[in-house]
């Protein structure tokens, strides 16, 4: 299941300048960590989905520069904003964030929060 939903959105990692993190973190819509239990996974940086009509734009904008070590993470989507908007705020979609996350801390939160959910589910 996690496999197939790392392709909900395409991830873009970038290096921000500090003085246009609060700009960009404006733009996006974020997950909530509070679902996993853990404190912000990125209080450095920036997390979150951005439309992909507004990639080019937030990218030009804010200087962002390509870079796999970055503290900014645009996970872009082509899906209906609004409901992105809606499904970001619920814990699947926390717990997805951080069980796809290079950060081992982040990931096994993500996997154990995800585990709750669908024992709770059944």
Do not use: C, N, W
């Not at 939903?5 to 509070?34: E, F, I, K, Q, W």
């Amino acid at each position: 299941m996690l496999t197939r939903m790392r392709d909900r959105a395409a991830v873009h990692t970038y290096t921000a300048h500090r003085a246009a993190l609060p700009r960009l973190r404006a733009l996006l819509t974020s997950s909530d960590p509070g679902h996993l239990d853990i404190s912000a996974l990125m209080p450095d940086g920036a997390d979150g989905y951005l439309p992909e009509t507004e990639l080019d734009a937030a990218v030009r904008s804010l200087g962002l520069r390509v870079d796999e070590g970055g503290s900014a993470v645009l996970r872009v989507t082509g899906f209906d904003f609004d409901t992105v908007r809606h499904l970001v705020k619920t814990p699947v979609v926390a717990a997805l964030d951080a069980g796809t996350s290079s950060d081992p801390r982040a990931r096994g939160a993500g996997l154990r929060t995800l585990d709750d959910l669908l024992q709770a589910y059944r």
